[in-house]
């Protein structure tokens, strides 16, 4: 038996090996090349720069101006992935996007961040039943920034289509 679209045959000694190379695939492939490492390395770092701004504008709403904590955490969060936007425009996905700043990608790349958002939640609540909650948390965003550097490559940015 072979696992759909995958040419990978299913023996019962390596059910579990074959399926997780068949998951993975798409993966290794996507991030097999080195101009996509390179902007997966550029989306780390400015997710990074975007996490201080997200903890410092939370910190400044929340202590300072006394916004109640869900207020607090959505303007600091509304901060941040604009601030992420710009930088991915002019800096990782330079390339596809010109460094022009557009009010579609802007759209998209908000609403992959909701989808990160929504990824990474479940899979802290979920990996917290079986693990500790920091490391559950540690986990939970690696796979957020998976989901949402792989939105930004594939949805948000991708290539315009060659015209024919």
């Avoid at 990996?127 to 909650?133: D, F, G, P, R």
Wanted: hydrophobic share 55%; charged share 10%; with cysteine.
């Amino acid at each position: 038996m072979r696992f759909p679209g995958s040419g990978i045959k299913r023996h019962n000694h390596c059910t579990s090996r074959s399926f997780m190379r068949w998951l993975f695939q798409p993966f290794v492939q996507v991030f097999g090349s080195p101009a996509t490492r390179m902007k997966v390395i550029s989306f780390a770092l400015v997710g990074v720069g975007n996490t201080a701004v997200d903890f410092g504008v939370f910190i400044l709403t929340y202590k300072l101006f006394g916004l109640p904590i869900v207020a607090a955490n959505v303007v600091a969060w509304l901060v941040a992935v604009s601030g992420s936007y710009v930088m991915n425009t002019f800096v990782t996905f330079h390339v596809e996007t010109g460094r022009v700043l557009r009010a579609k990608h802007y759209i998209s790349f908000v609403a992959s961040g909701v989808l990160g958002m929504v990824a990474t939640t479940t899979a802290l609540v979920v990996l917290s039943l079986y693990i500790h909650v920091m490391a559950a948390k540690l986990i939970s965003i690696l796979v957020g920034f998976a989901v949402n550097f792989t939105m930004s490559n594939l949805v948000v940015f991708r290539a315009p289509k060659p015209r024919t």
